[in-house]
């Protein structure tokens, strides 16, 4: 009898793949235990699940950085994550690292992620009780949200990929075992995501007037370069060629390309995100949000029925709620809940 394809190709990981790659047949496995696949991995399923979720198809919908912006070419949570998933990719590549572990948490890693982009995550982080990070949220989507309450049953090494790949303005490389991912693919994603941001924000801020690009410090682009894929190509391949000096033995950057990294990152916050978003434009998606959350609140029993699960509170849900929505729904739920119907009959 012929072996399944999934053991073909588990065999054929084993043989090219690094000796410190993740392997699909040695995944530590899934929450509650499923029949395996006869022709994809473990990880090629995680994959398949994430993408044909309900939730990352809502990515597309989901701010970036601009809120509803006109222009066809700005980024939005699902460009982003489809960046940061090819990124990803190349770096698994190169190293000889798990492509399909690293894909599915590329792509699972911002499922959690709220309408407004980063400001909708910081006011629910103001409004929910015990604050709000859009990566553990993500990590509740796929294990618990997903599929009408029943998660996507994706294995370990993904989740802990997509629950450790944030890290804010915090450091990108640390020892820390709590905060670092488990996985040198989870490594890649978390450097991935940063290597995207910093390059796709810089060039949406330059499209939408924001700043030029003379603005960006020359010692930054000294370093890294001046234009948009030479900097991507700067990062990436200093992550490859500094992770294999150090064999391996974790996910790395040269102290130099690292640093102005950080620096670009830091020009972003002062010169782009505090920016981006006018100060009303930011005061009316707080109020919408807040309005809606406290509403939800207050009508749990009709708002929220599809959102409890048994055993959380009822802020849990109202935060599911939220977090799940796409800008447009948000607006049009604001304007229903809370603006007066215009009389047009005749």
Not at 90 to 96: D, F, P, V, Y
Not at 140 to 161: A, S
């Amino acid at each position: 009898m012929q072996s399944p394809i999934r053991q073909v190709m588990e065999e054929r990981e084993a043989q090219t793949l690094s000796e410190r790659a993740t392997l699909s047949s040695q995944t530590r496995g899934r929450r509650q235990e499923e029949s395996t696949c006869p022709i994809r991995t473990a990880f090629q399923r995680d994959r398949d699940r994430i993408l044909h979720s309900k939730s990352f198809r809502r990515l597309k919908h989901k701010t970036q950085v601009f809120l509803s912006p006109e222009g066809d070419h700005y980024r939005t949570r699902l460009t982003h994550t489809l960046e940061v998933s090819q990124i990803a990719r190349t770096i698994s590549r190169a190293l000889r690292l798990n492509e399909d572990l690293t894909e599915a948490i590329g792509l699972g890693h911002d499922l959690g992620h709220t309408p407004f982009g980063h400001a909708g995550e910081a006011i629910l982080n103001e409004i929910v009780p015990g604050g709000f990070r859009h990566f553990e949220q993500s990590l509740r989507v796929v294990e618990i949200l997903e599929l009408d309450g029943k998660g996507l049953n994706l294995t370990w090494e993904v989740r802990d990929g997509i629950l450790k790949h944030s890290k804010g303005t915090g450091a990108v490389f640390t020892k820390q075992d709590q905060s670092r991912p488990a996985t040198l693919e989870g490594q890649v994603v978390r450097v991935s995501d940063i290597i995207a941001y910093v390059n796709h924000d810089i060039d949406d801020a330059i499209r939408s007037g924001l700043i030029e690009e003379k603005e960006i410090p020359g010692h930054l682009t000294e370093v890294l370069g001046t234009s948009h894929s030479a900097r991507i190509n700067t990062l990436v391949s200093d992550v490859i060629y500094a992770s294999l000096d150090q064999n391996l033995d974790a996910i790395t950057m040269s102290p130099r390309v690292l640093q102005a990294m950080l620096d670009l990152r830091q020009f972003l916050y002062r010169s782009v995100y505090a920016l981006s978003i006018p100060k009303k434009e930011l005061v009316k998606a707080k109020k919408m949000l807040s309005d809606i959350y406290y509403y939800a609140l207050e009508n749990h029993q009709n708002v929220l029925s599809r959102f409890e699960r048994a055993g959380d509170s009822v802020e849990q849900a109202a935060t599911d709620f939220i977090a799940g929505m796409t800008d447009r729904f948000a607006i049009n739920l604001y304007g229903q809940l809370f603006l007066p119907k215009i009389w047009n009959q005749l």
